[in-house]
Structure formats: structure tokens, C-alpha cells
């Protein structure tokens, strides 16, 4: 069983930078990849960045490439998203997801336990 605990969100001016923070409990977190998933209102949710159980392989959205970089420390069982140069387009509830796999898992459906979400505005 794993617990996640995301913190960080809030409410930002267009260019602005946040930095997202996912806590897990448990001792196996480096058993697990790590994603995070957002969905805005209307939408459905999609995938914005994931990382294998080192670190070694990442994964971004084509919308976030070259903003957003996702990494981990799993001494402190935290997986980070740096959100930069945010657009209103951004704006949505971001949730971090555990998967028990040793891959670089970036479909929600692969994924076995999930945070309640942080809110993420970016104003224009």
C-alpha cells in the first residue's frame, strides 16, 4: 500500500514557475515509477510527466517539453515536478501516481495508486 501526498500547487502569473512535490509513504517507493497527471475542467485526464523507479528515464508531453522537469529522491520518497515559464493553458488539478513496475509507465491506466490532487491557476 502506498499513500501519496502532492503539495506545491497555487496560483501564478503567466511565465511564472512552481514546483510541485509528491510524498509517498511506504518503503518500497523505488519499486515504483513515478507520473504526474493533470485534468482541467471539462477535460480528461492526461499524462504530463513520468520517471522509472532510478531516475534514468523520463518521459514529457509534447505540451510540456522544455518546461516542466520531473525528477525523484528516493531516499526522501519525493517526486518533484519544476514547472516553468507556466501558461493559462496549465491551469488544471495535478496528481501524482505510483506504478509497481520497474519501466517508465506513462498511461494512467497503468498506474495503481494515486494522490488527491493539487490545484495549479496560471493567470493571464
Known amino acids: 500500500q502506498v499513500q501519496l501526498v502532492e503539495s506545491g500547487g497555487g496560483l501564478v502569473q503567466a511565465g511564472g514557475s512552481l514546483r510541485l512535490s509528491c510524498a509517498a509513504s511506504g518503503r518500497t517507493f523505488s519499486s515504483y515509477a513515478m507520473g504526474w497527471f493533470r485534468q482541467a475542467t471539462g477535460k480528461e485526464r492526461e499524462s504530463v510527466a513520468a520517471?522509472?523507479?532510478?531516475?534514468?528515464?523520463?518521459y514529457y508531453a509534447d505540451s510540456v517539453k522544455g518546461r516542466f522537469t520531473i525528477s525523484r529522491n528516493n531516499a526522501k520518497n519525493t517526486v518533484y515536478l519544476q514547472m516553468n515559464s507556466l501558461k493559462p493553458e496549465d491551469t488544471a488539478v495535478y496528481y501524482c501516481?505510483?506504478?509497481?513496475?520497474?519501466?517508465?509507465?506513462?498511461?494512467?491506466?497503468?498506474?495503481?495508486?494515486w494522490g488527491q490532487g493539487t490545484q495549479v491557476t496560471v493567470s493571464s
Open positions: 520517471i522509472s523507479w532510478s531516475g534514468g528515464r523520463t
Open positions: 501516481g505510483a506504478a509497481l513496475s520497474y519501466g517508465l509507465e506513462y498511461e494512467g491506466k497503468e498506474y495503481d495508486y
